[in-house]
């Protein structure tokens, strides 16, 4: 009797185990969204960027969807190739409203760099150390959309 509750202690660990490692989690999905975003703008794709910033976007320094939207199709013209280097991605899961619409934050050190006629420019961050952000996310669906952030 002791072996059978023994074995099914170990199975419903196990299970439980596999259900939170396999299951994605809030915190995976705006890691995945921040990822595919970054690749959208690297890519230089208008159209698979835009599903990652939410229309109502407005910053600290009050610059809206936009102009950001504008920012980034100037940089894309300009410049042969985009890279952004993402370090210290810190995600939290704040709070979730009336409507069961999820809002998440993260704080991470940002660089974007840029090729133009072969020669590599810092667009933003700094030299030494990545520039801070601190962004804020929507849940949409099954992704998530920036509709602030702090730099």
């Known amino acids: 009797m002791k072996k059978k509750i023994i074995l099914i202690v170990i199975a419903i660990?196990?299970?439980?185990?596999?259900?939170?490692?396999?299951?994605p989690n809030e915190k995976d999905c705006v890691k995945k969204s921040?990822?595919?975003?970054?690749?959208?703008v690297e890519k230089e794709d208008k159209i698979e960027?835009?599903?990652y910033i939410d229309e109502t976007y407005k910053d600290r320094n009050n610059m809206t969807y936009e102009?950001?939207?504008?920012?980034?199709?100037n940089l894309s013209a300009?410049?042969?190739?985009?890279?952004?280097?993402?370090?210290?991605?810190?995600?939290?899961?704040?709070?979730?409203?009336?409507q069961n619409t999820i809002f998440a934050s993260c704080s991470?050190?940002?660089?974007?760099?840029?090729?133009?006629?072969?020669?590599?420019?810092l667009v933003f961050g700094g030299i030494i150390k990545p520039a801070p952000v601190r962004a804020y996310f929507k849940k949409y669906e099954d992704h998530y959309k920036v509709y602030?952030?702090?730099?």
């Open 13 to 23: 660990v196990i299970a439980i185990f596999i259900l939170k490692t396999l299951i």
């Open 34 to 40: 921040i990822e595919s975003f970054k690749k959208a």
């Open 49 to 51: 960027t835009l599903k």
């Open 67 to 73: 102009q950001l939207i504008m920012i980034i199709d």
């Open 78 to 98: 300009q410049v042969d190739s985009i890279k952004i280097s993402i370090s210290s991605l810190k995600i939290n899961i704040d709070s979730t409203d009336a």
């Open 108 to 121: 991470l050190g940002l660089k974007i760099f840029a090729r133009q006629a072969g020669d590599k420019v």
């Open 148 to 151: 602030s952030a702090e730099y």
